[in-house]
């Protein structure tokens, strides 16, 4: 019974400080639209993707691969090597190679000081308080590798889909001419450079490959070692010629037209409603207190 009229009790002093509840919960509503009217638009453009026929073809590419059938004599296993679409996604998220990519781009500024873009102009908003471009200098301290790192992977998506090879590439951006932007350099780069080790470990093959056949004085190894020259150079030129080494676009990122963030409505809910939970808690601490003073 007691139980039941504090029950009662604490309804009835909800009802009672019903004002300052609507108050609080009204000073978070009014915080959360006031917050949101000032977060600026993100679009996200997305590129669809799949391994290219280089990457499929070239799983024994490898001198392992490529002198499975020496195994024997050389003492090398089968092929082990992991499929350099697999590799690419990987180096794609690293830091060194996103650090370079930054640099490259010279995107420090972009990414550390950056506050949204004009909608208009679609010119850049730069903090001051951050960065001074008239003197093209930090006013406070620059950011550091690791942190640009953890800002450019934060807005960067790499989602392979279920049941298939595609993988969506995608980048956020206050921009969203800057956002396809993103996309379209991010996958010219890992070509680039999947492109351009595969040139490299190819030379180096050819190379090693070289001195054992003229080591050997067996006509048979010889013939077997030069065929594998004819294959690594093959490779090496299809790594020179095809730009597309590793990814193939097939659903090219185009400048987005619709937000992806922030979600206003869905902000303003849930600040308001915490706003409403913490009036509701001060209020039934209020009320304990009152009781154990009684």
Request: net charge negative; charged share 25%.
């Given at each position: 019974?007691?139980?039941?009229?504090d029950?009662?009790?604490?309804?009835?002093?909800?009802?009672?400080?019903?004002?300052?509840?609507?108050?609080?919960?009204?000073?978070?509503?009014?915080?959360?639209?006031?917050?949101?009217?000032?977060?600026?638009?993100?679009?996200?453009?997305?590129?669809?993707?799949?391994?290219a026929?280089?990457?499929?073809?070239?799983?024994?590419?490898?001198?392992?691969g490529?002198?499975?059938?020496?195994?024997?004599?050389?003492?090398?296993?089968?092929d082990?090597?992991?499929?350099?679409?697999?590799?690419?996604?990987?180096?794609?998220q690293?830091?060194?190679?996103?650090?370079?990519f930054?640099?490259?781009?010279?995107?420090?500024?972009?990414?550390?000081?950056?506050?949204?873009?004009?909608?208009?102009?679609?010119?850049?908003?730069?903090?001051?308080?951050?960065?001074?471009?008239?003197?093209?200098?930090?006013?406070?301290?620059?950011?550091?590798?690791?942190?640009?790192?953890?800002?450019?992977?934060?807005?960067?998506?790499?989602?392979?889909?279920?049941?298939?090879?595609?993988?969506?590439?995608?980048?956020?951006?206050?921009?969203?001419?800057?956002?396809?932007?993103?996309?379209?350099?991010?996958?010219?780069?890992?070509?680039?450079?999947?492109?351009?080790?595969?040139?490299?470990?190819?030379?180096?093959?050819?190379?090693?490959?070289?001195?054992?056949?003229?080591?050997?004085?067996?006509?048979?190894?010889?013939?077997?070692?030069?065929?594998?020259?004819?294959?690594?150079?093959?490779?090496?030129?299809?790594?020179?010629?095809?730009?597309?080494?590793?990814?193939?676009?097939?659903?090219?990122?185009?400048?987005?037209?619709?937000?992806?963030?922030?979600?206003?409505?869905?902000?303003?809910?849930?600040?308001?409603?915490?706003?409403?939970?913490?009036?509701?808690?001060?209020?039934?601490?209020?009320?304990?207190?009152?009781?154990?003073?009684?």
């Open positions: 019974m007691e139980e039941e009229l029950f009662k009790s604490i309804i009835k002093t909800f009802w009672d400080q019903k004002i300052l509840i609507i108050a609080i919960t009204s000073v978070f509503a009014i915080f959360s639209i006031i917050s949101v009217l000032n977060t600026p638009n993100e679009f996200k453009a997305v590129s669809k993707i799949i391994p026929e280089s990457s499929s073809g070239n799983s024994n590419t490898g001198l392992a490529q002198l499975s059938g020496l195994a024997g004599i050389a003492g090398l296993g089968g082990t090597s992991t499929p350099e679409d697999v590799i690419a996604i990987e180096i794609m690293s830091w060194a190679f996103i650090e370079t930054i640099q490259k781009n010279n995107l420090e500024v972009e990414l550390y000081a950056l506050k949204g873009v004009d909608p208009k102009t679609n010119e850049f908003i730069i903090d001051g308080d951050v960065y001074d471009i008239d003197s093209d200098e930090w006013v406070s301290k620059p950011p550091t590798s690791w942190k640009l790192y953890q800002l450019f992977l934060d807005r960067l998506s790499i989602i392979p889909q279920r049941d298939s090879t595609i993988v969506n590439i995608g980048y956020e951006h206050f921009s969203p001419i800057r956002a396809k932007e993103y996309v379209d350099l991010l996958l010219k780069e890992i070509n680039d450079y999947m492109r351009l080790r595969k040139i490299q470990i190819a030379a180096n093959n050819i190379s090693y490959l070289q001195s054992q056949a003229n080591k050997t004085q067996i006509s048979e190894m010889k013939s077997v070692f030069y065929n594998l020259i004819e294959e690594q150079t093959k490779t090496k030129m299809l790594a020179e010629v095809n730009l597309d080494y590793v990814f193939l676009t097939i659903d090219k990122a185009m400048v987005p037209e619709l937000k992806s963030k922030p979600f206003r409505s869905l902000i303003v809910i849930q600040i308001t409603f915490i706003g409403g939970l913490i009036s509701l808690v001060l209020v039934l601490f209020k009320y304990i207190f009152r009781r154990k003073e009684d």
